[in-house]
Each structure stands twice: as C-alpha cells, then as structure tokens.
C-alpha cells in the first residue's frame, strides 16, 4: 500500500465502519482489518488510500490500552499514512476506568512522539455538535445537552454526566488542552490561533463544529498542521467528514462513490446485545413486519450454562429460518429490560456475552448459508464479530438514512463466511425500520 491518505483505529467495531462509511462516500476507497493483517492479506487491497483496525477500547480498561493500544498505533505508525485516526464515539461517553480517551491520547502522543493532538468531536452528518466546548446531540428529532441526553446521560456503563469536553476529558488526563471556539475558528485569525495554542504546550486542542462549514475549516487546520510519519489525532468520524473537503479541494481524491444496491435478501438473521430505546424500537418494527422474534437470557449466556443456553438459541433461529422466516435474536427490549448488574458481577462477563452471540450467528449463518446477518450494538458488535472468522470488512451499500451503520461485505479465510453481507450497528444507531431496510437491500 503506497500514499495512503489515512490509518485509524476504532474504538469499537461499529464506530470502525462509521469511518469507512464516511470516507468511501467521500470517494476514498478504505478496509478495516478485525487485526493486525499480514502482507498476504495486505495485498489484496492495495488500492485502498485507508486502512483501519477495528478495536474493542471503548470498553476496556487503561491497563489493557497500555499493551494493546501501544501495538496497534505503532503498526498504524509504520504504514506512513498522512493522518492517523484514533476514532471514538460521537458521544464522547467514556470514564477513567472504561474507555479511558484520555489514556488513548496519551499513548498516541507518545507513539508519534507528538506535543499536541487535535481533538474534533462534532459530527453534523450525525447529528452531534459541538458549541464552546460542550456536546450536543440529537435523540428522536430533538437536540439536547450530552448530560441531559434522554439516552446518553443514563448509559449503563460510561453515563456522561458533563457537556464540557475538556472538563470530561480532565477526569482522564493530566494533559493540558485548550479550545479552537466557533467564533476563533471562523476568524481570519483561526490559523495563528492553532499555533499559538499548541506553542503555549495545549497537549489536546478541540475544535468546535456545529455545521459543515465549520467542519470544513476544522479539517484545513489538522491537513495544515501535519507533519511527515503520521499526524496523530482523535475525535469520532466527524475528522473524516472534515478532511474530505480539504482532499477535494486539492485532487488527493478524485474517485466517485457508486455502490449498486444489493437487493432482497429472503432471510436474515440478527443478534442483538444493546438496551438502546433505538434498537427496542427497530426490533417491534422488525417483529411487525415479518420478522420472528427470539429472547434470550443474558445471564444465561455468561454463566457455565452458556454452551447449552447457545445451542438451544441454534435450534430456535433454525426453526425459524428454515422456515424461511428472518429473526432477530435479542438479550433486552429496551432500557428496562437491561440485566448489566447481574452480568456485571462476572469479571469479563460483558466481553463474553459479545462472544457468545458471535459463535451463536456464526453457526446459524454457516449452517442456513445466510447471505446477509446483523449484528446490534457496539460493545457487542467488537467482541461477536471476533467469532466469525471475518478478517476483514469492505462497504457494500451506506444507508443515507442511517449514517454510520452500513452494509458491509466480510473477506475472510473460512469459505462460509468470505462474502457475507454483515451490518453492524451502534445503539443510539438507525431509523425505526434499520432492520427491514437490510433485509430489503434498500437505503433506511
């Protein structure tokens, strides 16, 4: 792989498509790698300008980030892109115990032997805003404050109890860090100001964005500001959407995105972990529109019962899917329906759960042959993913109504799974009808 544009790592599996969504639809042909590939692999995608690792950090400690966040920006290092991408969640929710951003900068600082890491978070393309240093975000049509997001502020395992980004983040890091505002940014000073932030020792500078112009600006600064062996920075996909405008604007791109749509697939199957309200919705909407429905007992399936609790979740999905029915195999309906303090009580149990669902679909996907599967969830869709045997992940149709969750095509050694159509979507993720509209093959 020769000029790659930009490397990222992605701190789950569905934030790593959001990315490879973001930057195929801006013309950028990009794989993201479930590990570290060899040159065998490597090779067979030397006409991508962006590679990715898909990763699980948003749900680990700091202690594992130490070993493994440290070998996969060093790989990401020696690739020589232009930009390296430590890609969090727009929602910015992370804690000094899970998902510790702050860590993650510290390493990457380290890594690239950088003094300052530009931070963007706003992400207008997903409804996500930044405003004088404070996040904001949509839920159902209406925008709220990070910390009073119906959804976000009661997460089960990093609520986000703070707006102020940099507040947030001093929970997690010694590290100084200044603000490019909105007002700076769309001054004729905006340039001078950067500088001087990073020459007065700002280790984290953020830039505000609260709409694609001021996203635009923001990526003329971090294209501005790189430096020759990787320019290392952090923020959710909202760094993509801001550098394509400045790649556009100088040829570094000329492709034109053209995805033909996959059409229907007569059955699916899905594993859902997630307790997002959004996922509850899109699975009654499934269940109305001809879906079977399967619940499943997620302290069952951590437990030493899980092996017998998995294969009887087997034989309920076959009976449904040779019946030529789709299904959708779900852990919790909703919020209230989350079982995370008893899983909880389990060291690794969350982790586990993710694998458990992973080998239940990689079964009923190799012995139905499915084409097409999905997986709910992001802390889930890291961990399930990692028992398919997929090596590696191509987008096959963006869904413009659900940006950040595409369709994707698996690449992988085991004959069964190489060329499955996979989907992998977030929690707060999707329109009511995500569900149908990857079993009809069409944009939803």
Known sequence: MQNLLLSYYGDDLTGSTDVMEALELGGVPTVLFMRQPDEALLSQFTHCQAIGLAGTSRSETPQWMDTHLRDA??????????????????????????????????????????????????????????????????????????????????????????????????????????????????????????????ENGNEIVLFDVDSRETQLLAGKEIWRARKPGGYFVVGSSGIEYALLGEWASNRAIRAEPGFLPPGVADRIAVVSGSCSPTTERQI?????????????????????????????????????????RSVVLYTALGPPADRGAEIDRQEGARHKLGRGLGELLRELTIEQQLRRVVIAGGDTSSHALGQMGVDALTVRMPLPASPGSPLCVAHSRVKAINGLEIALKGGQVGTDRYLCAIRDGVGG
């Not at 300052?116 to 706003?122: F, I």
């Not at 207008?124 to 996040?135: E, N, V, W």
């Not at 590290?175 to 007002?183: H, M, N, Q, R």
Request: charged share 20%.
């Open 73 to 198: 920006f060093a790989w990401l290092k020696s690739r020589n892109a232009e930009i390296c991408h430590y890609k969090v969640c727009s929602t910015f929710d992370s804690s000094p115990a899970i998902g510790n951003i702050g860590r993650a900068i510290e390493i990457g600082r380290s890594v690239f032997r950088q003094c300052s890491v530009p931070l963007v978070v706003g992400a207008p393309q997903l409804k996500r805003f930044t405003a004088f240093g404070h996040l904001f975000a949509a839920y159902r049509e209406k925008y709220f404050r990070i910390d009073r997001h119906p959804v976000m502020s009661r997460h089960p395992t990093t609520p986000m109890d703070e707006s102020d980004l940099l507040i947030h983040l001093s929970r997690q890091t010694n590290l100084t860090s200044g603000l490019i505002d909105l007002a700076t940014l769309q001054s004729a000073s905006r340039s001078e100001a950067f500088d001087r932030l990073v």
């Open 284 to 324: 009654r909407h499934a269940l109305a529109d001809g879906f079977d429905g399967i619940e499943l007992d997620p302290v069952e399936l951590v437990s030493e019962a899980s092996c017998a609790a998995i294969a009887r979740a087997v034989s309920a999905g076959r009976a449904s899917l040779q019946a030529g």
